[in-house]
């Protein structure tokens, strides 16, 4: 039950918004975002965590929408090195707590 | 702090092949999972250990196998290799469960099979 991120591919200029978007079919305990860039690892970027916990980096926002199953990143003022691959990765509500299932990922560019 | 560590980095092999990648977490972390990156599917679950248990694993035939060592290190192993089996493999340390902890990811091992 692999999660579905829209859009697929988004281009900004710096200082643009950005949101992208998670969901899934089932019930989800957590929604986890990482961010890679080209030729690296990917990153944590934030948890969020069923009952309105979240972890995570200051200047990272999102929001989770248990009963829709759907998490949403927002990007605001971007910055070049916001730039790479964002992917979601969830966790179904009852399930194994030790595994993770991502989406295809959202490719960001910001342009100067 | 060491981050997470894999071992090697490149690799071409061919079909038929077995091919075994390492992964050292970071210390301290007791949790490893294993991930399968192409451009088509993302990333795929392999499995995930802790404290030398399998405790989960994903849709992959049985060719793909792994363990744990004591030291938390762990290793993969593709036997009979496909040309479909090139990709990054990825693998991510935790100090706990995937739920409720960040993980940190490896910079990956690029298997190609010719």
């Known amino acids: 039950q692999q999660p579905v991120q829209s859009p697929q591919a988004v281009i900004l200029r710096e200082g643009e918004d950005a949101v992208i978007n998670c969901s899934s079919s089932k019930a989800l305990y957590s929604v986890h975002w990482y961010r890679q860039k080209h030729g690296e690892a990917p990153v944590f970027l934030m948890i969020?965590?069923?009952?309105?916990e979240q972890k995570g980096h200051e200047k990272i926002s999102a929001s989770f929408n248990e009963k829709k199953q759907q998490s949403s990143l927002y990007l605001t003022a971007s910055q070049l090195s916001y730039s790479g691959t964002y992917f979601c990765?969830?966790?179904?509500?009852?399930?194994?707590?030790?595994?993770?299932?991502f989406g295809k990922g959202t490719l960001l560019t910001v342009n100067p | 702090k060491a981050g997470v560590t894999q071992t090697p980095r490149y690799l071409i092999k061919t079909r038929g092949q077995q091919v075994t990648l390492s992964c050292s977490p970071i210390?301290?972390?007791?949790?490893v999972s294993w991930y399968q990156q192409t451009p088509g599917q993302g990333l795929q679950f392999l499995f995930e250990?802790?404290?030398?248990?399998?405790?989960n694993k994903g849709n992959f035939p049985g060719r793909f196998s792994g363990r744990q060592f004591s030291n938390s290190r762990s290793e993969m192993n593709v036997s009979t290799l496909e040309l479909g089996d090139s990709a990054l493999y990825l693998c991510?340390?935790?100090?706990?469960?995937?739920?409720?902890?960040?993980?940190?990811f490896g910079q990956g091992t690029r298997l190609t099979v010719v």
């Open positions: 990765g969830t966790e179904i509500d009852g399930g194994s707590n030790y595994k993770l299932t």
């Open positions: 991510a340390s935790s100090w706990g469960t995937w739920g409720n902890t960040e993980a940190f």
């Open positions: 210390s301290g972390h007791r949790s």
């Open positions: 250990y802790f404290s030398e248990t399998q405790r």
């Open positions: 969020l965590l069923k009952g309105g």
